[in-house]
């Protein structure tokens, strides 16, 4: 039975829970300390089956902090960990704060996520903490876009770890022909993913009976992403909702021509990214689909769903994985919105366009109307063996510190 060594702050008054588990680090003579950091959605459910692992597993010291999105999984997944605004003095931590932490607690490497860290650094300054510290990092790319996450202005290589987990080859090349240096980067797969694809998830008849769906229902559900505006001074997330009501309407209006029946109706669902601000739909709209809130888990909403629809969000790839019935919408414009599709593996079902959505959903109707998961997705497209991967990784770190 795992224990757990608590100890209490009281310079601050923060309740640190380090996990104590009974099966000792292979060959490793020494207690050590990892400190976990995770910030974003994707990334803190990329690197939770290593999270869970390690406490079940490992006979080290883990100091496990969440910021702002991945405090709300911690807590659904009852992971003990300590708020970040709980043991520094302000939000988002600079990297003066970061090596305060890192003095503090003296872990011997980090382990995180990566983060969006226009909108809160928070993440990168505890990469760039640990590297002027000579701390070593490891830290997790969850998706295969989104490289501005290492970014700082015009310095390309600023927030990166000692060594950045990449999901596959070409997420690696990509990352050399921006200039990272090639050992830098470890090809370890996604731990989420491939957890998803092995671990069938069963559907409940509560979940849509508490969001007032019937069970015959055609449940479509367009799961969002925030339009991104920035500039030198400032950044600002939009609702996409708000800025393209028109071609959402028109996506609805396409699944319900192909799906609806006598028999069974269509139910159309929209559900917001968490960075998007609220938008109100006029009356008339409100009637043509239902907006989900962000109370609603999204991967436990696209399992329930007939159809996931969105465009290149890492829920699209979670439904997929899944073995939902998934459309990513490449249409032009939705391309052309911040990092949209940058360095897509092209694993996803697109359509362009609206005749493409048209032959998309009739290729899945049958599926579709019966309620069924696809079956197209028989073998694991990633790199296998991910949670290995990541547990070599911070086993040899951890034995190469002195």
């Given at each position: 039975m795992e224990s757990i060594r608590y100890s209490m702050n009281y310079e601050n008054c923060s309740l640190r829970c380090q996990y104590l588990s009974p099966k000792p680090l292979e060959d490793e003579p020494l207690k050590k300390k990892i400190l976990i950091f995770a910030q974003d959605t994707g990334g803190t459910k990329a690197i939770l089956p290593v999270i869970n692992n390690l406490i079940k597993n490992w006979d080290i010291d883990l100091l496990i902090i969440g910021h702002l999105y991945a405090c709300e999984i911690f807590i659904k997944e009852k992971i003990n960990f300590t708020?970040?605004?709980?043991?520094?003095?302000?939000?988002?931590?600079?990297?003066?704060n970061g090596s305060s932490l890192l003095n503090e607690t003296k872990p011997n490497i980090v382990f995180c996520t990566t983060s969006n860290n226009r909108f809160d650094p928070s993440n990168g300054n505890i990469i760039s903490a640990s590297r002027n510290n000579n701390i070593p990092s490891f830290a997790l790319f969850d998706h295969w876009k989104g490289w501005k996450r290492i970014h700082k202005g015009k310095n390309l290589k600023y927030y990166l770890p000692n060594i950045l987990g990449v999901i596959d080859e070409k997420s690696r090349l990509f990352g050399e022909s921006i200039g990272i240096p090639k050992d830098c980067?470890?090809?370890?797969?996604?731990?989420?993913?491939?957890?998803?694809?092995?671990?069938?998830?069963?559907?409940?008849?509560?979940?849509?009976?508490?969001?007032?769906i019937r069970e015959d229902a055609i449940l479509c559900t367009f799961f969002s992403q925030p339009v991104i505006q920035e500039n030198e001074e400032s950044i600002e997330f939009k609702s996409l909702l708000d800025v393209k009501t028109k071609l959402i309407l028109k996506i609805f209006e396409i699944c319900k021509k192909e799906l609806q029946t006598n028999q069974q109706p269509v139910v159309f669902c929209f559900k917001s990214h968490?960075?998007?601000?609220?938008?109100?739909?006029?009356?008339?709209?409100?009637?043509?689909?239902?907006?989900?809130?962000?109370?609603?888990?999204s991967l436990s909403l696209a399992i329930h769903s007939d159809l996931v629809l969105g465009i290149d969000s890492m829920i699209l790839y979670e439904a997929y994985f899944s073995h939902c019935n998934t459309i990513s919408l490449r249409f032009h414009e939705l391309t052309g919105i911040d990092e949209n599709f940058q360095l897509s593996p092209r694993l996803l079902p697109e359509a362009m366009d609206e005749n493409d959505l048209f032959g998309e959903i009739n290729t899945m109707k049958e599926s579709i109307l019966n309620h069924t998961s696809k079956q197209d997705l028989l073998n694991y497209p990633l790199s296998k063996g991910s949670l290995d991967?990541?547990?070599?990784?911070?086993?040899?770190?951890?034995?190469?510190?002195?």
């Open positions: 708020k970040l605004e709980d043991v520094v003095d302000q939000i988002p931590i600079t990297e003066e980067m470890e090809i370890v797969g996604q731990p989420h993913l491939e957890q998803l694809f092995f671990h069938n998830a069963e559907k409940s008849y509560h979940f849509r009976k508490k969001l007032n968490p960075k998007e601000p609220d938008f109100s739909l006029p009356q008339k709209e409100k009637i043509q689909m239902r907006i989900i809130d962000n109370t609603v888990d991967k990541c547990e070599g990784i911070l086993k040899r770190m951890i034995r190469e510190v002195i």
